[in-house]
């Protein structure tokens, strides 16, 4: 597709459940970004990936969070035993890297909503 | 860590009025990019300044980048109720495969 697909787009879940989130690239981009944005709040970095690096896990709360990219494409971002404090939009993005001006190209995210 | 901070968090202006947001960092950055999120919607780059003292224009938006490479600025001259949103600075601390670390952000409302 054109642009970075996440899905799904909303996810009502009770508290203690297990979800995952998905993030579809844009074709050819080796940087994939994962984002939190509570209601009227700035963007909180989670983890970033970077083509075969090691990802930067610095910014995932908690262990109960994990992300993995498979063949530098398909992102997932696990989030186990889900609290009411999770609730949120994820916000997934990617780029390509080692060009000047690389911006982010943002997903319309996924409304995470924890019952 | 490394953080980025905005001011305002919020300004509400009357259409015609000029609007500013400043970007700060506690240390250098090695480039600089700028958001705009419309109510709803997901951030939207607008532009990146790489070059210290750098100025860049788009229509009525002015950026600049400061000489120290720690602080940055938007001007928007005019408003419009279509610059409505949230503005977002984002900086790189590293080289460009560096991540990308957005500033807290500044809500702009216009009305007539």
């Known amino acids: 597709g054109a642009g970075v697909s996440q899905s799904p787009s909303n996810k009502v879940t009770e508290k203690g459940k297990d979800v995952e989130l998905r993030c579809d690239p844009i074709?050819?981009?080796?940087?994939l970004y994962w984002y939190r944005q509570s209601l009227g709040q700035g963007l909180e970095f989670l983890i970033y990936?970077?083509?075969?690096?090691?990802?930067?896990k610095s910014g995932l709360p908690s262990d109960r969070f994990s992300a993995e990219r498979t063949g530098g494409s398909v992102s997932t971002l696990t989030i186990q035993r889900t609290q009411q404090e999770d609730s949120a939009v994820y916000l997934c993005?990617?780029?390509?890297?080692?060009?000047?001006?690389?911006?982010?190209?943002f997903g319309n995210g996924t409304r995470l909503t924890v019952t | 860590g490394q953080q980025v901070m905005q001011i305002p968090q919020y300004q509400h202006v009357q259409e015609g009025e000029d609007f500013t947001t400043y970007c700060n960092s506690s240390?250098?950055?090695?480039?600089i990019q700028w958001y705009k999120q419309r109510p709803g919607g997901h951030p939207v780059f607008l532009i990146q300044?790489?070059?210290?003292?750098e100025v860049k224009k788009q229509k009525r938006l002015t950026f600049q980048f400061g000489e120290a490479k720690k602080n940055s600025s938007l001007h928007i001259t005019a408003t419009q109720t279509t610059d409505v949103g949230t503005y977002f600075c984002?900086?790189?601390?590293?080289?460009?495969?560096?991540?990308?670390?957005f500033g807290t952000g500044t809500r702009l409302q216009v009305t007539l």
């Open positions: 993005a990617s780029s390509r890297t080692g060009e000047s001006g690389s911006p982010l190209h």
């Open positions: 240390t250098t950055l090695s480039n």
């Open positions: 984002a900086g790189r601390y590293g080289g460009t495969a560096s991540k990308l670390t």
């Open positions: 074709s050819g981009h080796t940087a």
């Open positions: 990936f970077q083509g075969n690096s090691a990802p930067d």
């Open positions: 300044l790489v070059k210290s003292g």
